[in-house]
């Protein structure tokens, strides 16, 4: 498995007014900022798997736990189920167990994470199941040859929607010439007043 993740410290910038009093509250409580910690696990592997626990774990700040506000996860449910949040030293555990995770082009999880403060914390990923890691990729870096099959299939189903793209549009071209609907650049002349 290979993943990206992104981290946003301090997401909001506070206006300051002159002789206002600007509060940003959740749950009716005011906070300082907010953080954000974003992922996309991919599996670029050439198999399928079931029954696969992706372990999201999110580090301390300071020796303290995380504080989650929310998790936003936008892969369909249908693929995997929730499990229950914990914490030890390692930091805050968020799991889901994916029932089936098909090797794809789109991410498995696709998740935003938003926590109180104005440091986000670093996220570990982990994959439990026999045979299977997570490799963080990171912009800049070598790849794993997953990932590189995965870059030279999408690269090729470029060409191809190119290809097929500039098909139909000479194949357009010629039947409307066919048709008289385009004229040969030849029969428009300066002064003419045919309207084409």
């Given at each position: 498995?290979?993943?990206?993740?992104?981290?946003?410290?301090?997401?909001?910038?506070?206006?300051?007014?002159?002789?206002?009093?600007?509060?940003?509250?959740?749950?009716?409580?005011?906070?300082?900022?907010?953080?954000?910690?974003?992922?996309?696990?991919?599996?670029?592997?050439?198999?399928?798997?079931?029954?696969?626990?992706?372990?999201?774990?999110?580090?301390?700040?300071?020796?303290?736990?995380?504080?989650?506000?929310?998790?936003?996860?936008?892969?369909?449910?249908?693929?995997?189920?929730?499990?229950?949040?914990?914490?030890?030293?390692?930091?805050?555990?968020?799991?889901?167990?994916?029932?089936?995770?098909?090797?794809?082009?789109?991410?498995?999880?696709?998740?935003?994470?938003?926590?109180?403060?104005?440091?986000?914390?670093?996220?570990?990923?982990?994959?439990?199941?026999?045979?299977?890691?997570?490799?963080?990729?990171?912009?800049?870096?070598?790849?794993?040859?997953?990932?590189?099959?995965?870059?030279?299939?999408?690269?090729?189903?470029?060409?191809?929607?190119?290809?097929?793209?500039?098909?139909?549009?000479?194949?357009g071209i010629k039947s409307a010439k066919y048709y008289g609907r385009i004229f040969p650049i030849g029969a428009?002349?300066?002064?003419?007043?045919?309207?084409?």
């Open positions: 498995m290979t993943y990206f993740a992104v981290s946003q410290s301090g997401v909001i910038n506070k206006l300051e007014l002159p002789n206002d009093d600007i509060k940003v509250l959740v749950d009716n409580h005011p906070v300082d900022n907010i953080s954000e910690v974003s992922i996309s696990l991919f599996n670029a592997t050439d198999q399928d798997f079931d029954d696969v626990l992706v372990d999201l774990i999110f580090s301390p700040i300071g020796g303290k736990l995380p504080a989650l506000i929310q998790p936003n996860v936008t892969t369909s449910k249908e693929f995997f189920s929730e499990v229950p949040w914990r914490s030890d030293s390692d930091g805050l555990h968020v799991g889901y167990n994916f029932k089936i995770l098909n090797r794809n082009t789109q991410p498995a999880l696709l998740g935003n994470y938003f926590f109180l403060g104005a440091t986000a914390p670093e996220l570990k990923v982990f994959v439990i199941k026999k045979g299977l890691s997570a490799e963080r990729l990171e912009i800049g870096k070598s790849v794993s040859g997953s990932l590189f099959t995965y870059v030279w299939v999408s690269l090729l189903s470029f060409i191809g929607v190119s290809i097929l793209f500039w098909s139909m549009f000479i194949l428009i002349k300066t002064g003419d007043s045919r309207r084409v």
